[in-house]
């Protein structure tokens, strides 16, 4: 079946900085990817979509100059937080789209800015 | 209102029992419905997925759509503690990509 490679599972960073999600479907190529955001008790709120080689779409309400997404090949779609505040602590998680597999997600990383 | 409807739970039932779940929306376009589990701290896995009206079995799962009342269902049979989870309901468009998702309910069963 199919694989979503997600890390890290978890990082701790410092108010400020920026830090890389890496999302990797290992073995199929995913021409769509996904990426959302938990909160604890909650259900997956779409952040963004991308398609590898194009810029990503975001959904409303999201700033598309703090998360940044980056789909430059089609096993490999990564999301960084710029200037992380403790708001944007959160469960992130990225999703892999193929014909035949349907939507496969990754493991999930837990980001905590203090 | 939310365009999927699901019950947070926390749903409890005893080992063995069959759990019952269900989600509600209101938008008609929605041709693909899908059941996954969440464990605390994990990414979703897919149980089921499912085109349209009709039933479909797999092991002790049990998908179930009627579009003419907009509300699908999900039945585990034989009920194990490895069960104890978050089950989200999601669905999309024909036309779209985009899955939305219920808010999930959390499942528990007791041995």
């Known amino acids: 079946g199919a694989v979503v490679s997600q890390h890290p599972s978890w990082v701790i960073c410092k108010s400020g900085t920026s830090v890389k999600i890496e999302c990797r479907s290992l073995d199929f190529q995913a021409t769509t990817m996904f990426w959302y955001r938990q909160f604890p008790k909650q259900s997956l709120m779409l952040m963004a979509t991308?398609?590898?080689?194009?810029?990503?779409?975001?959904e409303q309400g999201v700033e598309k100059d703090k998360f940044l997404i980056n789909h430059a090949s089609l096993t490999l779609s990564t999301l960084t937080v710029t200037s992380a505040h403790p708001e944007d602590s959160s469960f992130y998680i990225c999703?892999?789209?193929?014909?035949?597999?349907?939507?496969?997600f990754g493991s999930g990383t837990r980001l905590t800015v203090v | 209102q939310k365009e999927v409807e699901q019950d947070p739970g926390p749903l409890s039932v005893p080992e063995g029992a069959i759990v019952s779940l269900n989600c509600t929306y209101s938008n008609s376009a929605f041709q693909y419905f899908m059941w996954y589990r969440q464990y605390s701290r994990k990414g979703p896995e897919l149980l089921m997925y499912t085109y349209s009206s009709g039933n479909k079995e797999d092991g002790r799962f049990t998908a179930q759509v009627d579009k003419s009342s907009k509300y699908i269902s999900l039945f585990i049979r034989d009920s194990q503690p490895s069960d104890s989870a978050t089950y989200l309901c999601a669905m999309r468009e024909a036309a779209g990509n985009k899955l939305t998702f219920g808010g999930g309910t959390r499942v528990l069963v007791k041995p």
């Open positions: 991308s398609n590898e080689g194009s810029k990503a779409t975001y």
């Open positions: 999703s892999a789209s193929e014909v035949f597999y349907g939507y496969t």
